[in-house]
């Protein structure tokens, strides 16, 4: 199907929360405020925020968009998007969608406190429960609320091995958090306040790895795991890692162990890949809509990651109207009905400036949104917005390490 320009942003936002700056998942974190900030700027400039489906309908020619349009959407389903986007949302009379992994549904029949209780003067904001993932409860309020709409983001939206070849080891401080989700799917809803990287044991070799839906999986041998895990316990666990030489020290006790015995590992089978990615992109979607009681009609690639099969398993056999993919702010703005792009333009750094880093926010929130209607003046904003970043980048001041 040939593509066409869409004049219009639809951005990516993740958590809208305060006080997440310790935590690995920070970055995806803009601040309650700066969010608040957005929406009035929206509203104070005549923007009207559109649904996918009149994003949808638009590119099939069977809509028209307002003159002003934005779109506002929210991966990965956390619990703030119920505390405070959606209360903000709704006082600006802004509407979004919230895609939701499946895997990280709170399974809890709860539904917490938000911002208009604090309004309401029934509790006080420092009481707000908000760092975790949406419950089936508040899910299913969002979805009858007319502002929030919801839809899918596959199941799992995680990590997989692709590959046998190593490429690092788990250890203290490593990035590598899905080791856990993929060892203990169940608890997937609670890593953000109760995360234990030692449920994985630390030396355990990281191979090439990929976006779930992208990777045909590899699974390791697991004597090799257990001999790399047991010789790093040996040799003083935690403080292991504190030698200089520990990647070369495991490096070769795998060499060793391999040099003795041909390594089990496996790969999983076309049928069982096939399997799987119908389970990420079906199975996920007949969840939604059976805990929901409604259509899902759209769904975002976790990471912006797909290709032509999922693309076309998403649409044919799932019965997707449309998938979303994700770009940068450089990204062209034309897109396909049944495949459309979205701009992550970044929310809150771990910067030591933070008010430089405010500036650089505003400048690129307010750039992308006007840029994205045909006014190219705002290309300034937006490349002043995109170096201010680079430069406190290459400083070492934006992003963990």
């Given at each position: 199907?040939?593509?066409?320009?869409?004049?219009?942003?639809?951005?990516?936002?993740?958590?809208?929360?305060?006080?997440?700056?310790?935590?690995?998942?920070?970055?995806?974190?803009?601040?309650?405020?700066?969010?608040?900030?957005?929406?009035?700027?929206?509203?104070?400039?005549?923007?009207?925020?559109?649904?996918?489906?009149?994003?949808?309908?638009?590119?099939?020619?069977?809509?028209?968009?307002?003159?002003?349009?934005?779109?506002?959407?929210?991966?990965?389903?956390?619990?703030?998007?119920?505390?405070?986007?959606?209360?903000?949302?709704?006082?600006?009379?802004?509407?979004?969608?919230?895609?939701?992994?499946?895997?990280?549904?709170?399974?809890?029949?709860?539904?917490?406190?938000?911002?208009?209780?604090?309004?309401?003067?029934?509790?006080?904001?420092?009481?707000?429960?908000?760092?975790?993932?949406?419950?089936?409860?508040?899910?299913?309020?969002?979805?009858?609320?007319?502002?929030?709409?919801?839809?899918?983001?596959?199941?799992?939206?995680?990590?997989?091995?692709?590959?046998?070849?190593?490429?690092?080891?788990?250890?203290?401080?490593?990035?590598?958090?899905?080791?856990?989700?993929?060892?203990?799917?169940?608890?997937?809803?609670?890593?953000?306040?109760?995360?234990?990287?030692?449920?994985?044991?630390?030396?355990?070799?990281?191979?090439?790895?990929?976006?779930?839906?992208?990777?045909?999986?590899?699974?390791?041998?697991?004597?090799?795991?257990?001999?790399?895990?047991?010789?790093?316990?040996?040799?003083?666990?935690?403080?292991?890692?504190?030698?200089?030489?520990?990647?070369?020290?495991?490096?070769?006790?795998?060499?060793?162990?391999?040099?003795?015995?041909?390594s089990s590992g496996y790969y999983e089978s076309e049928e069982e890949h096939t399997r799987r990615l119908e389970e990420e992109l079906i199975g996920s979607k007949?969840?939604?809509?059976?805990?929901?009681?409604?259509?899902?009609?759209?769904?975002?690639?976790?990471?912006?990651?797909?290709?032509?099969?999922?693309?076309?398993?998403?649409?044919?056999?799932?019965?997707?109207?449309?998938?979303?993919?994700?770009?940068?702010?450089?990204?062209?703005?034309?897109?396909?009905?049944?495949?459309?792009?979205?701009?992550?333009?970044?929310?809150?750094?771990?910067?030591?400036?933070?008010?430089?880093?405010?500036?650089?926010?505003?400048?690129?929130?307010?750039?992308?949104?006007?840029?994205?209607?045909?006014?190219?003046?705002?290309?300034?904003?937006?490349?002043?917005?995109?170096?201010?970043?680079?430069?406190?980048?290459?400083?070492g001041r934006i992003l963990p390490k």
């Open positions: 199907m040939p593509s066409k320009p869409l004049d219009l942003a639809i951005l990516i936002y993740h958590s809208i929360a305060d006080n997440a700056e310790n935590h690995v998942w920070s970055h995806l974190s803009l601040p309650v405020e700066e969010f608040e900030r957005q929406l009035r700027y929206l509203r104070q400039k005549g923007f009207t925020s559109v649904s996918l489906y009149d994003i949808y309908e638009y590119l099939n020619g069977e809509g028209k968009l307002p003159q002003k349009p934005v779109a506002l959407t929210f991966d990965d389903g956390f619990l703030d998007n119920w505390v405070f986007a959606y209360p903000l949302l709704k006082k600006y009379g802004m509407k979004g969608t919230v895609f939701v992994a499946t895997d990280f549904i709170d399974p809890r029949e709860i539904c917490r406190p938000n911002l208009e209780e604090v309004w309401k003067g029934r509790c006080a904001r420092e009481d707000l429960e908000w760092w975790g993932y949406l419950s089936w409860p508040e899910l299913r309020e969002l979805a009858s609320s007319g502002v929030i709409d919801v839809q899918g983001h596959c199941k799992t939206h995680t990590w997989y091995f692709f590959g046998d070849e190593i490429a690092d080891f788990h250890h203290p401080g490593d990035p590598y958090f899905w080791l856990v989700w993929n060892s203990r799917p169940q608890d997937k809803h609670l890593w953000l306040k109760k995360f234990n990287p030692e449920a994985v044991p630390y030396g355990v070799p990281v191979y090439q790895f990929e976006k779930s839906v992208l990777a045909r999986r590899f699974f390791p041998d697991e004597s090799l795991d257990q001999s790399l895990a047991d010789f790093v316990r040996e040799n003083g666990g935690v403080g292991f890692f504190e030698n200089p030489d520990w990647r070369e020290q495991l490096f070769a006790v795998a060499a060793d162990f391999l040099s003795v015995q041909k007949r969840l939604l809509e059976a805990g929901l009681k409604c259509q899902i009609d759209f769904m975002a690639w976790p990471g912006g990651g797909y290709d032509e099969t999922c693309q076309k398993l998403a649409i044919e056999k799932a019965g997707y109207l449309a998938t979303f993919s994700t770009g940068f702010w450089q990204t062209p703005s034309y897109v396909t009905p049944q495949l459309i792009n979205r701009s992550f333009f970044g929310q809150a750094y771990r910067s030591r400036f933070p008010s430089l880093d405010r500036w650089r926010m505003r400048l690129l929130f307010t750039g992308l949104v006007n840029y994205r209607l045909g006014k190219k003046a705002f290309r300034l904003q937006i490349i002043a917005a995109n170096l201010m970043r680079r430069v406190l980048r290459h400083r």
